[in-house]
C-alpha cells in the first residue's frame, strides 16, 4: 500500500513543481539588459534539468508500484550491468557538456568588457551606494581610502588631473545609465565586502575592499530598477539599496550636465 | 592470498597486495598507522599556513623586510644575516639524525643508547625553542608586532609570529614527548615490555617537525 | 593471522581492545570507551543540538513571512539566528552526527572488530566535541551576543565591530569553538579511518565492506584533509580580530574611520574557507549516501547494482572536492580566468553523482520493495538529492551562476541536496539501526507518519525557494519586503512556506514522542529484524554487548549484498555464512550474476 | 620480523645522510650569503634543496623507505599536492597584486595632498554637523526623513521622550544624545540593536556640530 502512496505522491510532486516553474507566478524578471545568453542558458539548464527530475522521479516511482513486495516472489539477483552503466554515463556526460560549453562562452564574454564601454566607478559602503562618472575626459581619476573625508567621501585624488572633472554621486544617490551603450564598472567598496545586482540586468559581482572587480552589461530597456547588496554585509543588509535609472542618451547627457564636478565640489582647480 | 611471493614481486603487486587484503591494509602497528595519518593530516595546517603566506606575502601593498637584516646577528661588530637561524635550522635537522639513531638503537633493545640519543634529541630541540625564544625577544625588541613592523609590510611580523609560532608549538610539545619517553627508556620500562614502539612513534612525529622547518626556513627566511 | 605478511611484530594483536567490561555508572555511560556508548553520546548532543538550529530558523521563517509583526526579532537577531542556525546545522549537528554517531556505531560493527582501534582517544574526541559545543553557545551570554556574520564568517564584515552582531566576542567565541570542534574532528577521523584501515574481521577486504563503512570511511578522509584549512582560516581570522593583525582586512574607512588595517585581502579567506567547506558538504552527505544504498539494497531484497562503480563514484566524489571549492566565488572578485576550470571540475562531480543515483534506481528494479520506514526515507532522499542536486549544474556553470548566486536559489540548492538529503539518510538510518541499539522496535505508524510529514513538508518548504531565487530575492535579507520588485504573490508563497516548516517542525515531535516510548515499551527487537546481510546484524547479542563478538571474532567470506542469490534457501546470506552458491563467483572476482 | 628490521636503516647511513643534510644547510646559507642572481635562481636553488632534504627526512630519519608500499603511496602523493596549494596561493596573491597596482586603491605613502581641513571649512555648525554626520557614516543608520532604518531616525529625535530597554524612559537632550555617540552601549533604546560602534575620535567641537544638525531636524530646534 505504502508502495502506491509513495508512487502517486512522487509523480505529484513532479507534475507540481514542473507546472508551477513554467506557468507560475514567480521566475525571472523581465530582462533589461543584453545578457539574453544568461537567460537561454538558465532555460536549456531548466529544461535539461527538469527531464532529468522528472525521468529520475517517474521511473522511480514506476519502479515502486511494479516491484513492491508481493508474497513468494523473489528479487533478481542482479549484480551489474556494465553496459548498461556505460551507455547512462555517456550519456550524463553528453548532456554535461552541452551545458557547460556554451556557459564558458557566455562566461568569456562576462569577464571581457567592450572596449568603447562607458566606464564608472560604484563605490559600496555600510549601507549605501555612490557612483562616480569619468565627466568630460573620459577618464576616471585615481582614488585611495586615504583621501577620505568629510567632503571628499570617494577618496578621489585631488593631485591627479583626470579626477578634476569627474562627477561624483556621493552615497544614497541615484545611477544613471544610457541606454544602448554598454558600461563597464568598476566596483570598490570602503569597508566590508558588498556585491552589486540589479536582478533585471542578470549580472552580479562583489565589491572587495583593498581591491577592484569589474562587471559590464548594456542596458536596453529604459526604466529605473533597484539596485540590491546581495553580499552579508552587516545589519543594514537588507537596506542597502539604489536606484538606477536607464534613459535616453540624451537625456543622460542633460542629467549629468547639471550634476557639479569634483572641482565644483572640493572647490580645487 | 600467498603473501610470501607477492612479497618478493614488484612493488605495484605489493602495492595492490596491500590495499586488497583483508585485516589490515598497511601492516604496521595500528599506533604507527595512526601517526602516518595524523601527519598527512598535520602537514595540511602547514601546506594552509604556508598557501596563506605565499599569498599575503605577494599581495602586500608595503615592500617586504629584507630578512637577511632583519635576522642579523651581531659578532664582533660586524653583522652577518641570518647567522642565528642558520644555526638553528643546523641544530633542528641534526637532532633528526640523533632521534634517528635512538629509533635503531631501540630496534636493536639497546636500552641505554636508546635512552642517550633520545635524551640528546630532546636537549637539541630545548635548545631550538630557546634560540627561537632569543630571536622572538630580539625582533619584539625592535619594534616588531603581530600588527605592524618597522621594516615594511605588517604581514611581514603577522606571518613570522604565526608561522614560527606554531612550527615552535609543535617542537614545544615535540621536547616534552622526547623527554618523557627518554626518562621511560633509560628506566627500562619498553625494554619490559620489549617494546620500543613509543620510541618510534615520537620518532616519526620529531621527523615530521623537522620536515616542516626544512620548508619554512628557506620560504620564509630565504627567500 | 597466519595469512599476514613476515614482518609484523610479535606483539601485534587485537589485545588493545580486550579489556574487561566496565561497571560503575561512570565509566560505563559517562567516561566510557565503548564505541556504541560514544555513538550514542554523539547522537544525543548533536540532535539536541539540532533541535536549537532548528528552532532558529523557525524564529526566521516566522519573520519572512509576517515581517514587522514580531517586534522580538530585530535584525542583528535575525542575522544572529541565521549564523547559528548555519552553524548548528552543518558542522555541530549533520558532521557529528554522520561521523561521530553512525561513524562510531557502525564501523566497529560493520568490520567485525571489537572496538575503534583508539577507545580512550575516541572518548577524548566525544568531550572535545562537547566542549566546542558549550563554547558555541558560550557566545550567547558574551557582550553583542553570538556572531552574525553569516555562516561563512567571511570577514571583513565578521570582524569590524558594528558591521554585524557579536563581531567581538561572538565571533571570537565561534572561532575558538570551530577550533575545538576541528581538534575533536581529527581525533575522531583519526580513529575512524585507522580502524577501517587496520582492525577489520579475517576476510574482509575493502571491497566487501558495505558501502556505509566507505561513505564514513571516505568522509573521514577528507575531514581529516580539510578540516586544516578551516582550522588556518580561523585562527588567522582570530589574530585579525584579537592581534590586529592584517591577513584579510586591507585598510577600510568604516563609518568614516580609517581603520588600522592595511594590505590584507579578503578573499583569501574565502579560499581558505571553501578549501574546507567544499569537501565538508560531501563529509556530510558521503555517509548518508552509503547508508541510504546500504537500505536500498536491503529492503529492495536485491544487491546494490553496481557496487564497484558506487566505491569508485564515492572516491571520486572525495577526490573532485579537493579541486572544486572556488565554484562558491565566481562572483567573489578572484582571478576571474580561475573559473573556468572549477566550473570544468564541478560539473565533473555531476557524473559520479549520477553514477549513483542511476545505481540506486537500478537497485529497485526487479525488487522485491518492502517499504518499511527506513525505505521510504530511503527513497525520500534519492528524490530530494535528484531535486537539489540537479540545480548544481546551475550553479556550477559559472555563466549561470552569475544570476543565481547569493539568492534563494542557493538557499533551495544546498538545503535540499545537503541538508534535508543528509537529514533523510539520518532519520533512514535511525529508524534502520534502532533495533540493533536499543533491542526494541519503534512504531512503524509513528514512524511512517513522520515521514510522509517530512517528505512532502520539505519539498514544500524548500522547492519554492527556486522560484524566488530566480525572481531576485537574494539570502540573507531580514525582509525580502525590501525588494520592490519580487512579483506580490511571493509573499503569500513565503508565507506558505512559514506553514510548512512549522509543520514540518511539528512532525520532529513525532520522531521524538516514537524514539522516547519505543527506548521503554517498544517491542522486543530480535537479532536480525530486517533480514540483512552485514555484520552488525550477526552479533550475538541484541543489543550488542561490550566487545561486540562474544569469544570468537566473525569470519567474512562474501560481500555485504548476498540478497536473492539463486539457489540458496532464504532470500539473505549473511556475510559471515560460509558457502552457498554465489561464493565462489564472488570469491573469483567476478561481479556479473 | 627479520624482514622489517633489515629494511631500517643502519647507523652508517644514518650518520652519511646527517653530513649530506648538513652540507645541504650550509650551501643553502651559502647561497643565501653571496646573494647569487639573478633571484628565481637562487630561489630555485632554495626550493631544490628543500625537497632534496625533504626526500632524505623522509626517506632516512622518517624511514618511510621501510615501510610498505601501500602506506608510501597514501602518504606521498597527497603531501606532494601542497605544493600545489602554495603555488595557488601564490598566483591568487599575483593576482590581487595586480590589481591594487593598476589602480592604486590601496597602495601605501602618505596623502600627496596636506590633510584637508576636517570640517570641510564651514562655520555654520548645522551645515558643519551635516557633513560629520556624513563622512562618519551616521546617515547610514539614522534617517533624517523618519524613516528607521538600523538606528533610531533623527527626525524630530531632540526633546522627544525615547522608552529605553527595560522600561525606562529617557528624554533626547544634548547630555543623552553627547553619551550616545560616545558610548553608544550606555543607554539603548528599546526595539533597537546595540551595534553602533563607540565615536570616541570626535572632539568636543565636532560633537557639538553633530548635537547641534540633529536640533535642527526636530520642530523645536533652530532651522
Known amino acids: 500500500m505504502e508502495g502506491i502512496i509513495l508512487a502517486i505522491v512522487l509523480v505529484l510532486i513532479v507534475v507540481g513543481t514542473t507546472i508551477i516553474t513554467f506557468v507560475g507566478p514567480w521566475g525571472l524578471p523581465e530582462l533589461a539588459s543584453n545578457w539574453g545568453s544568461i537567460d537561454s542558458m538558465i532555460i536549456v539548464t531548466t529544461i535539461v534539468t527538469m527531464i532529468a527530475f522528472i525521468a529520475v522521479n517517474a521511473v522511480m516511482a514506476y519502479f515502486i508500484y511494479r516491484y513492491r513486495h508481493r508474497d513468494g516472489r523473489r528479487a533478481v539477483y542482479l549484480v551489474n550491468d556494465h553496459r548498461l552503466e556505460k551507455i547512462l554515463i555517456i550519456v550524463t556526460s553528453i548532456g554535461i557538456v552541452f551545458l557547460l560549453a556554451p556557459g564558458l562562452f557566455v562566461y568569456s564574454s562576462f569577464i571581457q568588457p567592450p572596449a568603447d564601454a562607458l566606464k564608472l566607478e560604484v563605490v559600496s559602503q555600510q549601507w549605501a551606494w555612490a557612483y562616480r562618472y569619468p565627466g568630460a575626459d573620459g577618464k576616471l581619476g585615481r582614488s585611495n581610502i586615504r583621501f577620505i573625508d568629510a567632503k571628499n567621501s570617494l577618496g578621489v585624488d585631488l593631485k591627479d588631473p583626470a579626477g578634476q572633472d569627474d562627477v561624483a554621486i556621493s552615497a544614497g544617490g541615484t545611477l544613471h545609465l544610457p541606454v544602448n551603450k554598454p558600461v563597464e564598472l568598476e566596483l570598490r567598496a570602503k569597508d566590508v565586502l558588498h556585491s552589486f545586482y540589479v536582478p533585471q540586468f542578470r549580472v552580479k559581482m562583489d565589491t572587495v575592499p583593498g581591491g577592484i572587480t569589474r562587471l559590464w552589461f548594456t542596458p536596453n530597456k529604459a526604466g529605473t530598477f533597484e539596485v540590491l547588496c546581495a553580499e552579508l554585509c552587516g545589519i543594514g543588509h537588507y537596506k542597502m539599496k539604489s536606484s538606477v535609472i536607464v534613459e535616453s542618451e540624451e537625456e543622460f547627457q542633460k542629467w549629468l550636465k547639471q550634476q557639479p564636478t569634483v572641482s565644483q565640489t572640493l572647490g580645487t582647480k | 592470498m600467498e603473501q610470501p611471493q607477492q612479497e618478493r614481486s614488484g612493488s605495484l603487486r605489493r602495492l595492490v597486495a596491500d590495499w586488497a587484503s583483508d585485516r589490515e591494509t598497511f601492516r604496521v602497528r595500528w599506533s604507527k598507522a595512526m601517526m602516518w595519518i595524523f601527519l598527512l593530516g598535520d602537514s595540511f595546517v602547514f601546506g594552509s599556513f604556508l598557501s596563506a603566506y605565499a599569498a599575503t606575502r605577494i599581495a602586500a601593498t608595503a615592500p617586504w623586510p629584507n630578512t637577511g637584516e632583519v635576522f642579523a646577528l651581531h659578532v664582533g661588530g660586524a653583522e652577518i644575516p641570518l647567522l642565528l637561524v642558520a644555526i638553528m635550522t643546523l641544530i633542528l635537522l641534526s637532532s633528526g639524525a640523533t632521534m634517528t639513531l635512538a629509533v635503531i638503537y631501540g630496534l636493536r633493545h639497546d636500552q641505554k643508547r636508546a635512552a642517550m640519543w633520545t635524551g640528546l634529541t630532546a636537549l637539541l630541540g630545548a635548545i631550538f625553542v630557546s634560540l627561537q625564544a632569543v630571536e622572538w625577544t630580539n625582533l619584539i625588541r625592535e619594534g616588531a608586532r603581530p600588527w605592524t613592523n618597522p621594516w615594511g609590510a605588517p604581514q611581514f611580523g603577522a606571518n613570522f609570529f604565526m608561522l614560527t609560532g606554531f612550527h615552535g608549538m609543535h617542537v614545544t610539545i615535540g621536547v616534552l614527548l622526547l623527554s618523557i619517553i627518554a626518562l621511560r627508556t633509560s628506566r627500562g620500562v619498553y625494554e619490559q615490555k620489549r617494546d620500543y614502539l613509543s620510541v618510534e612513534l615520537v620518532g616519526l612525529y620529531w621527523g615530521f617537525v623537522d620536515l616542516v622547518w626544512v620548508f619554512l626556513f628557506p620560504f620564509f627566511y630565504l627567500f | 593471522m597466519q595469512e599476514h605478511a613476515a614482518g609484523l611484530p610479535e606483539t601485534h594483536g587485537h589485545e588493545e581492545t580486550h579489556q574487561h567490561e566496565p561497571t560503575g555508572f561512570w565509566t560505563k555511560y559517562i567516561f566510557s570507551?565503548?564505541?556504541?556508548?560514544?555513538?550514542?553520546?554523539?547522537?544525543?548532543?548533536?540532535?539536541?543540538?539540532?533541535?536549537?538550529?532548528?528552532?532558529?530558523?523557525?524564529?526566521?521563517?516566522?519573520?519572512?513571512?509576517?515581517?514587522?509583526?514580531?517586534?522580538?526579532?530585530?535584525?542583528?537577531?535575525?542575522?544572529?539566528?541565521?549564523?547559528?542556525?548555519g552553524m548548528i546545522m552543518v558542522i555541530y549537528l549533520l558532521t557529528a552526527f554522520l561521523l561521530g554517531g553512525f561513524g562510531n556505531y557502525l564501523i566497529p560493527l560493520m568490520i567485525g572488530a571489537r572496538d575503534m582501534a583508539f577507545p580512550f582517544l575516541n572518548m577524548m574526541s566525544y568531550w572535545t566535541y562537547f566542549v566546542s559545543v558549550i563554547l558555541l553557545f558560550a557566545a550567547f551570554i558574551v557582550p553583542g551576543g553570538p556572531s552574525g556574520g553569516g555562516w561563512t564568517i567571511y570577514p571583513p564584515q565578521s570582524i569590524l565591530p558594528g558591521a554585524s552582531p557579536g563581531s567581538e566576542w561572538g565571533i571570537r567565541l565561534l572561532l575558538m569553538s570551530l577550533a575545538v570542534f576541528v581538534a575533536s574532528g581529527t581525533m575522531g577521523g583519526l580513529n575512524y579511518v585507522t580502524t577501517v584501515l587496520q582492525l577489520r574481521a579475517k576476510g574482509m577486504t575493502l571491497m566487501y565492506l558495505p558501502l556505509s563503512v566507505w561513505g564514513i570511511f571516505v568522509a573521514s578522509v577528507l575531514a581529516l584533509l580539510a578540516f586544516p584549512a578551516l582550522f588556518v582560516g580561523g585562527v588567522m581570522l582570530l589574530l585579525d580580530s584579537l592581534a590586529g593583525t592584517s591577513f584579510f582586512i586591507p585598510l577600510v574607512n568604516q563609518f568614516g574611520r580609517q581603520l588600522g588595517h592595511e594590505?590584507?585581502?579578503?578573499?583569501?579567506?574565502?579560499?581558505?574557507?571553501?578549501?574546507?567547506?567544499?569537501?565538508?558538504?560531501?563529509?556530510?552527505?558521503?555517509?548518508?549516501?552509503?547508508?541510504?544504498?546500504?537500505?536500498?539494497?536491503?529492503?529492495?531484497?536485491?544487491?546494490?547494482?553496481?557496487?564497484?562503480?558506487?566505491?569508485?563514484?564515492?572516491?571520486?566524489?572525495?577526490?573532485?572536492?579537493?579541486?572544486?571549492?572556488?565554484?562558491?566565488?565566481?562572483?567573489?572578485?578572484?582571478?576571474?580566468?580561475?573559473?573556468?576550470?572549477?566550473?570544468?571540475?564541478?560539473?565533473?562531480?555531476?557524473?559520479?553523482?549520477?553514477?549513483?543515483?542511476?545505481?540506486?534506481?537500478?537497485?529497485?528494479?526487479?525488487?522485491?520493495?518492502?517499504?518499511?520506514?527506513?525505505?521510504?526515507?530511503?527513497?525520500?532522499?534519492?528524490?530530494?538529492?535528484?531535486?537539489?542536486?540537479?540545480?548544481?549544474?546551475?550553479?556550477?556553470?559559472?555563466?549561470?551562476?552569475?544570476?543565481?548566486?547569493?539568492?534563494?536559489?542557493?538557499?533551495?540548492?544546498?538545503?535540499?541536496?545537503?541538508?534535508?538529503?543528509?537529514?533523510?539518510?539520518?532519520?533512514?538510518?535511525?529508524?534502520?539501526?534502532?533495533?540493533?541499539?536499543?533491542?526494541?522496535?519503534?512504531?512503524?505508524?509513528?514512524?511512517?507518519?513522520?515521514?510522509?510529514?517530512?517528505?512532502?513538508?520539505?519539498?514544500?518548504?524548500?522547492?519554492?525557494?527556486?522560484?524566488?531565487?530566480?525572481?531576485?530575492?537574494?539570502?540573507?535579507?531580514?525582509?525580502?519586503?525590501?525588494?520592490?520588485?519580487?512579483?506580490?504573490?511571493?509573499?503569500?508563497?513565503?508565507?506558505?512556506?512559514?506553514?510548512?516548516?512549522?509543520?514540518?517542525?511539528?512532525?520532529?515531535?513525532?520522531?521524538?514522542?516514537?524514539?522516547?516510548?519505543?527506548?521503554?515499551?517498544?517491542?522486543?527487537?530480535?537479532?536480525?529484524?530486517?533480514?540483512?546481510?552485514?555484520?552488525?546484524?550477526?552479533?550475538?547479542?541484541?543489543?550488542?554487548?561490550?566487545?561486540?563478538?562474544?569469544?570468537?571474532?566473525?569470519?567474512?567470506?562474501?560481500?555485504?549484498?548476498?540478497?536473492?542469490?539463486?539457489?540458496?534457501?532464504?532470500?539473505?546470506?549473511?556475510?559471515?555464512?560460509?558457502?552457498?552458491?554465489?561464493?565462489?563467483?564472488?570469491?573469483?572476482?567476478?561481479?556479473?550474476? | 620480523m627479520n624482514k622489517q628490521e633489515h629494511k631500517h636503516i643502519s647507523i652508517g647511513t644514518c650518520l652519511k645522510v646527517w653530513g649530506f643534510i648538513v652540507a645541504l644547510v650550509a650551501l643553502s646559507y651559502v647561497v643565501f650569503l653571496l646573494q647569487i642572481e639573478p633571484l628565481w635562481l637562487r630561489r630555485v636553488i632554495f626550493i631544490a634543496i628543500a625537497l632534496l632534504q625533504a626526500v632524505l627526512s623522509v626517506t632516512y630519519f622518517m624511514q618511510l623507505r621501510?615501510?610498505?608500499?601501500?602506506?608510501?603511496?597514501?602518504?606521498?602523493?597527497?603531501?606532494?599536492?601542497?605544493?600545489?596549494?602554495?603555488?595557488?596561493?601564490?598566483?591568487?596573491?599575483?593576482?590581487?597584486?595586480?590589481?591594487?597596482?593598476?589602480?592604486?586603491?590601496?597602495?601605501?605613502?602618505?596623502?600627496?595632498?596636506?590633510?584637508?581641513?576636517?570640517?570641510?571649512?564651514?562655520?555654520?555648525?548645522?551645515?558643519?554637523?551635516?557633513?560629520?554626520?556624513?563622512?562618519?557614516?551616521?546617515?547610514?543608520?539614522?534617517?533624517?526623513?523618519?524613516?528607521?532604518?538600523?538606528?533610531?531616525?533623527?527626525?524630530?529625535?531632540?526633546?522627544?521622550?525615547?522608552?529605553?530597554?527595560?522600561?525606562?524612559?529617557?528624554?533626547?537632550?544634548?547630555?543623552?544624545?553627547?553619551?550616545?555617540?560616545?558610548?553608544?552601549?550606555?543607554?539603548?533604546?528599546?526595539?533597537?540593536?546595540?551595534?553602533?560602534?563607540?565615536?570616541?575620535?570626535?572632539?568636543?567641537?565636532?560633537?557639538?556640530?553633530?548635537?547641534?544638525?540633529?536640533?535642527?531636524?526636530?520642530?523645536?530646534?533652530?532651522?
Not at chain 3, 565503548?34 to 539536541?48: E, N, P, R, S, W
Not at chain 3, 574557507?273 to 529492495?300: C, K, Q, R, T
Not at chain 3, 528524490?383 to 556550477?396: C, E, K, R
Open chain 4, 66 to 223: 621501510a615501510e610498505r608500499p601501500g602506506l608510501v603511496y597514501a602518504i606521498v602523493p597527497p603531501v606532494s599536492l601542497l605544493l600545489a596549494l602554495v603555488i595557488f596561493g601564490l598566483s591568487e596573491g599575483d593576482y590581487v597584486w595586480g590589481v591594487r597596482q593598476t589602480h592604486q586603491w590601496l597602495t601605501t605613502g602618505k596623502p600627496v595632498i596636506e590633510e584637508p581641513d576636517k570640517n570641510g571649512g564651514t562655520t555654520n555648525p548645522i551645515e558643519k554637523g551635516m557633513q560629520l554626520a556624513q563622512s562618519n557614516g551616521c546617515l547610514s543608520c539614522h534617517s533624517v526623513t523618519g524613516e528607521k532604518i538600523v538606528g533610531p531616525s533623527w527626525k524630530g529625535l531632540y526633546g522627544s521622550p525615547q522608552e529605553l530597554e527595560g522600561g525606562t524612559t529617557v528624554t533626547a537632550d544634548e547630555a543623552y544624545l553627547k553619551e550616545s555617540i560616545v558610548n553608544p552601549g550606555a543607554k539603548i533604546v528599546k526595539s533597537f540593536p546595540n551595534v553602533m560602534p563607540p565615536y570616541k575620535t570626535l572632539n568636543e567641537e565636532q560633537l557639538d556640530a553633530i548635537i547641534a544638525y540633529i536640533k535642527s531636524l526636530s520642530s523645536g530646534g533652530s532651522k
Open chain 3, 263 to 593: 594590505g590584507g585581502n579578503p578573499i583569501l579567506f574565502q579560499h581558505l574557507f571553501w578549501y574546507f567547506g567544499h569537501p565538508e558538504v560531501y563529509i556530510v552527505i558521503l555517509p548518508a549516501m552509503g547508508v541510504v544504498s546500504d537500505i536500498i539494497a536491503n529492503f529492495s531484497r536485491k544487491p546494490i547494482f553496481g557496487y564497484k562503480a558506487m566505491v569508485i563514484s564515492i572516491l571520486a566524489i572525495g577526490g573532485l572536492s579537493f579541486l572544486v571549492w572556488a565554484h562558491h566565488m565566481f562572483v567573489s572578485g578572484m582571478n576571474p580566468y580561475f573559473a573556468f576550470w572549477f566550473a570544468i571540475a564541478t560539473l565533473a562531480v555531476a557524473i559520479p553523482s549520477a553514477v549513483k543515483t542511476y545505481n540506486w534506481m537500478l537497485t529497485l528494479w526487479g525488487g522485491n520493495l518492502w517499504f518499511t520506514t527506513p525505505m521510504l526515507y530511503a527513497i525520500g532522499f534519492v528524490s530530494t538529492f535528484v531535486a537539489g542536486g540537479l540545480t548544481g549544474l546551475y550553479l556550477g556553470n559559472t555563466a549561470v551562476d552569475v544570476p543565481l548566486t547569493d539568492t534563494y536559489f542557493v538557499v533551495a540548492h544546498f538545503h535540499l541536496v545537503m541538508g534535508v538529503s543528509a537529514i533523510l539518510g539520518i532519520f533512514a538510518g535511525i529508524y534502520y539501526w534502532f533495533p540493533k541499539a536499543i533491542g526494541r522496535m519503534y512504531n512503524e505508524t509513528l514512524g511512517k507518519l513522520h515521514f510522509w510529514v517530512t517528505f512532502v513538508g520539505t519539498y514544500a518548504i524548500f522547492f519554492p525557494m527556486y522560484w524566488l531565487g530566480a525572481a531576485g530575492m537574494p539570502r540573507r535579507y531580514y525582509t525580502n519586503e525590501a525588494v520592490t520588485q519580487l512579483p506580490p504573490s511571493s509573499h503569500e508563497l513565503n508565507i506558505f512556506i512559514t506553514i510548512a516548516a512549522l509543520t514540518v517542525g511539528a512532525a520532529q515531535l513525532v520522531f521524538a514522542f516514537n524514539l522516547v516510548w519505543s527506548i521503554f515499551k517498544g517491542k522486543k527487537a530480535e537479532g536480525n529484524p530486517w533480514k540483512a546481510t552485514s555484520l552488525e546484524w550477526q552479533t550475538p547479542q541484541t543489543p550488542p554487548v561490550h566487545g561486540n563478538w562474544g569469544p570468537t571474532e566473525p569470519v567474512v567470506y562474501r560481500w555485504a549484498y548476498d540478497y536473492s542469490v539463486p539457489g540458496a534457501s532464504q532470500d539473505f546470506t549473511p556475510q559471515n555464512v560460509a558457502g552457498g552458491p554465489a561464493q565462489k563467483a564472488k570469491a573469483s572476482g567476478k561481479t556479473k550474476h
Open chain 3, 33 to 85: 570507551q565503548d564505541h556504541k556508548v560514544i555513538a550514542m553520546q554523539y547522537t544525543i548532543t548533536a540532535l539536541l543540538v539540532g533541535v536549537v538550529g532548528m528552532v532558529f530558523s523557525w524564529l526566521m521563517r516566522l519573520q519572512l513571512a509576517f515581517p514587522g509583526q514580531l517586534s522580538l526579532i530585530q535584525p542583528d537577531n535575525y542575522l544572529q539566528f541565521m549564523t547559528q542556525h
